[in-house]
DNA sequence: GCTCTTGTTGTACGATCGTTCAACAACGAA
DNA sequence: TTCGTTGTTGAACGATCGTACAACAAGAGC
């Protein structure tokens, strides 16, 4: 009986898992180690450890390093873009205070973090040498077009008529270009400007899509 | 003497050569590595094989892997400023024409070139665990910063007075991330749109800059 | 023609990489 | 309580990595 009751009070040496909720912690595990170790943290080793599990289990669960990889990604991504999301739909229903939600989204944690850029980078790197990570990429940045495009449309027709119209998609092009740009600058020196200050430039590009009456730009 | 003409004649298995150049050719391979394999490009049998020499030779001519990729960091850099500088020095005084010609070269080759972004985006994914190529950065990033802010600043000098007037700071950091936007928006995808588009923006925002007279923006 | 310097080669070493696989153990079902 | 399923472990494999080093040879100086 005492040994009984030590076989039952015995704490198991590890615990089974669903395969969904460990391979979600791998994943999570995934994107720690690239944040803490940038593209060297990229071993199964290091993802093992960082999971607290045996080098072995992932290859059980995924069937590759570059599976993990691109599910890492995929996860990465639609964090990113579910956020933004999220945060419009909160906002007023007014085209300008939803676009004013993206921006504040986008200048906020988690995105605006270094460390998040630690892990966009390393990403990036693979991306032309990666046809996992180039679909990866098709099917989730295709959102984040959308939503922008989407609220730039609605925000030029509730706008009085412009000379000559708004190129929708060269708006869309440029406005990606400086959000992307800002939040590239920070991320690499945060001591450079204020994240107010780049939504201030955002703000202040979307007035001037609004507002202009002349032809002097955007053409 | 057919023994001696013989030997004569025979071509040397390889040819000496003096440290700076050989160095230099290293460095090339070691660029060219990055454009053709990413990341993976950068192994020391694989940038001694693009060289044409022995594995051994690299570490005769760099201390460590490391001072190698270091100094093909450095060189890329100072490739690109130079580039810069030059097409902005050739083209005529008036400071709109050097801001133009700045925009043309920054949206030609070689600089926009998807393979160039191949070999950035994996610098800048060792920038933050790398002494070395933080400190090569703040050298060789200091005369761009700088190169982009006295343009800015003589265009504004000869602009009619604004009002309110330009914050130079803020005017500089948005057009770098116009700029740096749309140059990687390009490398990602060279079909959405054209340089010379891009170009166009860039101008529109120096306009927008220049002759604004209400208080909407940059503040 | 000989010698000396040194740029260059080729091999070897230890470490680490991704992957495989037999054995183990947790835990629900019978 | 026993059995069967399967999530999990840990060791082992071959490949590749960066580095070190002894031997070689090209080319200049004498």
Redesign the interface.
Known sequence: MALSAARGAAKPRWERQLPAQRRQELIDATIECLKR????GLSMRAIATQAGVSLGLINHHFPNKDELIAAAYRHFNTELVDGLKAAVQKAPAAPRARMRAFFKASFSRPNLD?EAL?VW??F??????SPLIQGVHRESYQGYVQLLRDMLTELVRDAPRQTPPVDL??AA??L???????W??WC?EPA??RPA?AI??CE??V??LV?RTDG????
């Open positions: 170790y940038g593209h060297e270094p630690a980078v390393v990036w790197g693979m991306y032309r040498h998609r060269l092009i440029g990606t270009a400086l959000l992307d740009g800002l590239l600058e690499l450079s400007f200050e201030g430039l202040a590009w007035d001037h507002r002097s730009a955007l053409e």
